[in-house]
C-alpha cells in the first residue's frame, strides 16, 4: 500500500512529493514538483488548456484533458503503477476528489468571460459510489449555473466500462474585471 504526501514548504513555491510505502519497503526518493503560477496560467482560459498536460502534478498522477466544449470538460486519468490505491487496489479517494475539482475547474475555464480571474474552489462534494478500477478513469464535468462570481459544476466519474464510480458537484469562484 501506498500513501502520497506533499510539503510545500512555507505555503508556496515548491511542493516535494513523497511515496512512503508500507510493507518491504519504507520510503522511496521524493520528487520535487515546481507548482509556480507560470505552469496554470491565471485568467487566460487558452493557455490554461494548452498547458493543462504540461503541469508537472498532473503528469505525477496521470491526468490529462480528453475533451472540451462551452461549459464542459472531460479528463482522463491514466491509471499505472504509482496511482495512488485505496481498498481493493481501487484508485484512491483522494484521487477522485482531485478528478472532481480539476474537471470543474476545466469546465468553468471553457467558457471564462474575458478578463476574468479564478478566485478558487469554494465548495466541493464527492460520493463514491463504488470503488473506481480500470486502466483509466474520466471526469465529465458540466456548469450546470454560470453566475457573475460563482458556478455550479456537476460531475461524473465512470470507469473503462462506463460504469458510474463517483459523482461530484463543485461551486467554482471567479472574479470578473469589475470585481478583481
Same mark, same amino acid.
Given at each position: 500500500m501506498s /500513501?502520497? +504526501?506533499c510539503h510545500r514548504p512555507n505555503g508556496i513555491g515548491i511542493a516535494f512529493v513523497e511515496r512512503v510505502t508500507f510493507g518491504l519497503q519504507s520510503l522511496s526518493s521524493s520528487k520535487r514538483i515546481d507548482v509556480k503560477n507560470d505552469i496554470?496560467? =491565471?485568467?487566460d482560459s487558452e493557455a490554461f488548456f494548452q498547458r493543462f498536460d504540461e503541469n508537472p502534478f498532473h503528469q505525477f498522477i496521470g491526468l490529462s484533458v480528453a475533451d472540451i466544449a462551452d461549459d464542459y470538460a472531460c479528463l482522463r486519468l491514466t491509471v499505472t503503477e504509482t496511482t495512488p490505491t485505496g481498498i481493493g487496489g481501487s484508485v484512491n479517494g483522494g =484521487? /477522485?476528489?482531485t478528478m472532481v475539482d480539476m474537471a470543474a475547474v &476545466? &469546465? =468553468?475555464f471553457s467558457k471564462a468571460l474575458p478578463g476574468s480571474v479564478p478566485a478558487g474552489t469554494a465548495d /466541493?462534494?464527492?460520493t463514491y459510489l463504488r470503488q473506481a478500477h480500470g486502466q483509466w478513469l474520466e471526469a +465529465? &464535468?458540466?456548469v450546470i449555473k454560470r453566475g457573475r462570481q460563482l458556478s455550479t459544476v456537476a460531475i461524473d466519474i465512470e470507469n473503462d466500462e462506463g460504469r458510474l464510480c463517483s459523482t461530484g458537484q463543485v461551486i467554482y469562484a471567479m472574479r470578473t474585471g469589475t470585481d478583481a
Amino acid at each position: 500500500m501506498s /500513501l502520497f +504526501k506533499c510539503h510545500r514548504p512555507n505555503g508556496i513555491g515548491i511542493a516535494f512529493v513523497e511515496r512512503v510505502t508500507f510493507g518491504l519497503q519504507s520510503l522511496s526518493s521524493s520528487k520535487r514538483i515546481d507548482v509556480k503560477n507560470d505552469i496554470m496560467p =491565471v485568467g487566460d482560459s487558452e493557455a490554461f488548456f494548452q498547458r493543462f498536460d504540461e503541469n508537472p502534478f498532473h503528469q505525477f498522477i496521470g491526468l490529462s484533458v480528453a475533451d472540451i466544449a462551452d461549459d464542459y470538460a472531460c479528463l482522463r486519468l491514466t491509471v499505472t503503477e504509482t496511482t495512488p490505491t485505496g481498498i481493493g487496489g481501487s484508485v484512491n479517494g483522494g =484521487v /477522485l476528489a482531485t478528478m472532481v475539482d480539476m474537471a470543474a475547474v &476545466a &469546465a =468553468v475555464f471553457s467558457k471564462a468571460l474575458p478578463g476574468s480571474v479564478p478566485a478558487g474552489t469554494a465548495d /466541493l462534494s464527492i460520493t463514491y459510489l463504488r470503488q473506481a478500477h480500470g486502466q483509466w478513469l474520466e471526469a +465529465k &464535468a458540466r456548469v450546470i449555473k454560470r453566475g457573475r462570481q460563482l458556478s455550479t459544476v456537476a460531475i461524473d466519474i465512470e470507469n473503462d466500462e462506463g460504469r458510474l464510480c463517483s459523482t461530484g458537484q463543485v461551486i467554482y469562484a471567479m472574479r470578473t474585471g469589475t470585481d478583481a
